[in-house]
């Protein structure tokens, strides 16, 4: 059960509504949990009987220098601040416990801390009210991911590999054996198939049903493209931080569920070789006073005016954005050719092979949006979504012009058309690097500051592109091996 409910009966939503709604609940344990600067939860937990108003206002301390991101070990004290509002009874582990979202402050400063996410996400919303274009943004991220029986993998001196199995996996039709159910989805062949080739679904219904326990509103949920079990359960839209909020209790419950029923659960764009990539696709709009500001009856797509400077916007920073958007070296294994993957600089009516898509499903003006398809689940959803509309305004406040839409299939584009849709960048080498050169529409505002630039530039490189590219491929012994 989540706060919203209790709330609902006519309390208010404070410290003293919480800790009210966590004694009527049966809690016996608070969990306080924030996230790293690269978007990992992190909690500690203590006893209800220690939860009290005080709490609230004066914070609880832990080490930022052991967080990813965060603070040297020379001045690695922080503080966590609860938010009332974030309050659910955890709907996946057994002793029975509350769950509060925290902010993260600086103990001598008493000051929002630079480099917690959430704090950036909150100051882009701030920003967009101050900025007099809209008073709200909806965010609709749909997360894909893959469910398999067995992940194993390992990485040394003298040996790397990684091993995957799945009870729907194509693979492993061959097998003989009382456990081999025949129905599988084959590869790329996994959309929408009834049971018993969907082996999932009573899985996914649980999901549904633990995200829903925890205050998360979910619209659909089912079985995606790929062979061996890939999923979307797709959330009603939010504002910024709220949504963000539930994308970390999403990818929580997805992984629980899935464990305590003999399953593992990746949000790795790309675990397959050869099969679908898991995405984000992120739908985002922009409301002033209740009204839609993205529609329009007479423009194309029936987008309005400041819709198109926003996809303009977004198009023209989309190589700095994947920086956070896309921000892992599996995320370019994703972004190919040939698995419905956006890669190219383009906009378009249903056309999924764009990187920015205009849903046609209705034509109500409130259901007018535009979902850009490059993101993936390994994002860091306050900083990707921040930065998403840090782009869309500065498209709006400088007219930025989208190229033309395009209609037809980008992949099968040849000669001058072809070379006038530019490709998104191939590694995360690439986005780092135009990070580095494209940042200033990120600090409008104060919204991003220079050190989380820094920071998150220096881990990226530091933790993920340098250690890929120093280790050899087990591939490359299949090439090179007997030269």
């Known amino acids: 059960m989540a706060i919203e409910e209790y709330v609902a009966r006519g309390t208010t939503t404070d410290p003293a509504a919480v800790i009210a709604f966590a004694r009527d609940q049966g809690v016996q344990i608070v969990d306080f949990r924030f996230t790293d600067l690269i978007g990992a939860w992190h909690h500690l937990s203590i006893p209800i009987a220690e939860l009290g108003e005080g709490l609230f206002a004066e914070g609880i301390g832990f080490d930022g220098s052991s967080i990813r991101g965060f603070q040297s070990i020379a001045d690695s004290d922080l503080l966590l601040f609860p938010d009332p509002r974030t309050a659910f009874v955890d709907p996946v582990l057994e002793v029975p416990t509350l769950s509060l979202t925290c902010d993260v402050v600086d103990p ?81 062949g996994g959309y929408f198939p009834l049971p018993p080739t ?12 633990a995200l829903i326990a925890a205050g998360i509103e979910v619209e659909v949920h089912h079985h995606e493209v790929g062979t061996a079990g890939q999923t979307e359960i797709d959330m009603r839209y939010d504002t910024l931080v709220a949504m963000a909020d539930k994308v970390q209790i999403f990818k929580y419950v997805v992984k629980n569920v899935c464990q305590q029923h003999g399953f593992v659960a990746t949000f790795m764009p790309k675990p397959l070789f050869g099969d679908n990539g898991s995405g984000m696709h992120t739908h985002q709009s922009l409301w002033r006073e209740g009204t839609p ?27 700095a954005l994947l920086a956070f958007a896309a921000p892992t070296t599996n995320s370019y294994r994703r972004l190919v050719p040939g698995y419905e993957a956006p890669i190219k600089l383009a906009y378009s009516a249903r056309n999924r092979s764009a990187c920015i898509r205009i849903p046609t499903y209705s034509e109500k003006p409130q259901l007018r949006r535009l979902e850009f398809r490059s993101p993936d689940p390994t994002a860091n959803p306050y900083l990707a979504f921040a930065a998403m509309l840090m782009a869309g305004l500065d498209g709006i406040r400088n007219r930025i012009e989208p190229p033309a839409p395009v209609e037809t299939d980008l992949y099968e584009l040849e000669g001058a058309e072809a070379e006038r849709v530019r490709d998104l960048p191939g590694s995360l080498a690439e986005v780092l690097t135009a990070l580095e050169h494209d940042h200033d529409f990120l600090m409008v505002g104060d919204v991003f500051t220079p050190d989380v630039i820094e920071a998150w530039i220096r881990y990226k490189r530091e933790h993920e592109v340098d250690p890929i590219r120093l280790r050899p491929h087990p591939f490359e012994f299949h090439l090179y091996a007997d030269v």
């Open 108 to 188: 001598i400063t008493h000051q929002r801390y630079s480099r917690d996410p959430r704090f950036i996400a909150t100051k882009a919303e701030e920003h967009l009210r101050a900025s007099g274009i809209a008073d709200t943004s909806g965010w609709g991220p749909e997360l894909e991911f893959y469910i398999f029986n067995s992940m194993r993998f390992d990485q040394n001196l003298h040996e790397g590999y990684y091993h995957i199995d799945s009870i729907e996996g194509i693979w492993n039709s061959g097998q003989n054996g009382s456990a081999n159910l025949a129905h599988r989805p084959r590869l790329k």
């Open 198 to 209: 969907d082996k999932l679904q009573d899985l996914r219904s649980r999901i549904t049903l």
């Open 293 to 319: 500001l993205f529609y329009d009856e007479q423009g194309y797509a029936r987008l309005s005016e400041l819709a198109r400077w926003y996809i303009g916007g977004l198009l023209a920073h989309a190589p």
